[in-house]
């Protein structure tokens, strides 16, 4: 069975800071890949998503993800964290059959 | 609408007592789903609607949990004789749709926090 490992639970860094949140899938074929955000009372937002192609993947507010097939890992990384980049990070797989497989989230923290 | 939006944003019962959430997808989505994030489970997914195809069911926890798609939009989750365990944020998201295959990116709404007294 498909799983997802994000081995970090809780990551704090400092404002400017580079950011990189771990992500490990485990899939017999191909994945479908996605990061999504989640800021403290709000609802999923999609970050990125990987489907095929280049293995490095631009997102919205200065993130990316690098897809690498032979570590099993879609890292997400920003070169330099803001104070409302503070939310917990899902990375999340679709094998293409309905349901997505979750990690079990990664929170950051934002020192100033 | 421009989003995904669930109602109500909160909801405290009673154990024993029914609720029903509600979720509006985007508009033209015909894929919706339904999750539930609860604390030392994470999130797990509970029931899929394509078009006017039988749901997909096999994430539901017990026969006290159903849901409907009235017209291939609005959905109802329904929890029957909720329990103490039944307290989580209820997701709801939709895509355009899903095809054999391949995917389709899910834009979640805001969820529904239920707490079950």
């Known amino acids: 069975a498909q799983s997802v490992t994000q081995p970090d639970i809780h990551i704090t860094v400092s404002e400017g800071a580079s950011l990189e949140l771990r992500c490990n899938y485990s899939?017999?074929?191909?994945?479908?890949l996605f990061w999504y955000v989640q800021s403290p009372g709000q609802g999923l937002q999609l970050l990125l998503k990987?489907?095929?192609?280049?293995?490095l993947v631009q997102g919205i507010k200065g993130f990316e993800a690098e897809f690498k097939r032979s570590q099993s890992s879609f890292n997400l990384r920003k070169p330099s964290v803001h104070w409302s980049d503070a939310a917990e990070y899902f990375c999340?797989?679709?094998?293409?059959?309905?349901?997505?497989?979750f990690g079990s989230g990664t929170r950051l923290q934002v020192q100033p | 609408g421009a989003g995904v939006s669930q109602s109500p944003s909160n909801k405290v019962t009673e154990k024993g007592k029914d609720v029903e959430l509600r979720c509006d997808p985007i508009?033209?989505?015909?894929?919706l789903y339904w999750y539930r994030q609860s604390l030392g489970q994470g999130l797990e997914f509970l029931i899929y609607?394509?078009?006017?195809?039988?749901?997909?069911k096999s994430g539901l926890p017990s026969d006290r949990f159903s849901a409907e798609r009235t017209g291939g939009s609005v959905s109802t989750l329904t929890i029957q004789r909720t329990q103490q365990e039944d307290s989580a944020v209820y997701l709801c998201?939709?895509?355009?749709?899903?095809?054999?295959?391949?995917?389709?990116?899910?834009?979640f709404g805001p969820g529904t926090r239920l707490t079950v007294l």
């Open positions: 609607f394509q078009g006017n195809s039988a749901p997909d």
């Open positions: 990987y489907f095929s192609g280049d293995t």
């Open positions: 999340v797989l679709d094998t293409g059959r309905r349901a997505l497989t």
């Open positions: 899939y017999g074929a191909t994945p479908y």
């Open positions: 998201a939709s895509s355009l749709t899903q095809r054999g295959g391949s995917t389709d990116t899910q834009y």
């Open positions: 508009s033209g989505h015909t894929a």
